[in-house]
């Protein structure tokens, strides 16, 4: 299975990614973004934030 990661250390905590799949992706209590506990995460929808992502800290990790 693959999940989802975001690497913290190049965030910008711009937002494209909880906007566009907030079924993932939320903002935390501290201001980092975080990625949701799931069993299946949607590849199409995390795919489009990984390429909307102006820092390039999205990817996918093998669990």
Known sequence: MKIPVVDLSTCIQCGICYELCPEVFRMN??????????????????????????????YWEEA
């Open 29 to 58: 209590d501290a201001g980092y973004v975080e990625v949701t506990e799931s069993a299946d995460y949607p590849e199409l929808d995390v795919n489009d934030c990984i390429k909307c992502c102006p820092t390039d800290c999205i």
